[in-house]
Nanobody, 125 residues
Framework: QAQLVESGGGLVQAVGSLRLSCVAS????????AAWYRQAPGKEREFVGT????????YYANVVKGRFTISRDNAKNTVYLQMNSLKPENTAVYYC??????????????????WGQGTQVTVSS
């Protein structure tokens, strides 16, 4: 089991940047796939991107590809989401998720069994 705590959200102007962090507990974090999702008001949860456990392979939703970057520091049990060129439509609660069962997972949220509490990102125009 892993407990996840996100941070780094806030208010930013359009075209600005933010970096979100997600710190996980657990001794085997390096073996877990990790992902970021987001949910805007009135909308369904949306996949943002994922990174595999020890091979650091990343996969992104098309809508963020080229602007968002996921990375991880397994020594710190931390996953990051660097968001550049932010747009007002990126406003959402961003969630970190981890799969304690798989080291590499795609965009199926059912494969992630641990979730953080979320951090609000608001992009003003």
């Amino acid at each position: 089991q892993a407990q996840l705590v996100e941070s780094g959200g806030g208010l930013v102007q359009a075209v600005g940047s933010l970096r979100l962090s997600c710190v996980a507990s657990g001794r085997t974090f390096s073996t877990y796939a990790a992902a970021w999702y987001r949910q805007a008001p009135g909308k369904e949860r949306e996949f943002v991107g994922t990174i595999s456990g020890s091979t650091y392979i990343t996969y992104y939703a098309n809508v963020v590809k080229g602007r968002f970057t996921i990375s991880r520091d397994n020594a710190k049990n931390t996953v990051y989401l660097q968001m550049n060129s932010l747009k007002p439509e990126n406003t959402a609660v961003y969630y970190c998720a981890v799969s304690t069962r798989y080291s590499a997972v795609g965009d199926n949220y059912r494969e992630y069994d641990q979730w953080g509490q979320g951090t609000q990102v608001t992009v003003s125009s």
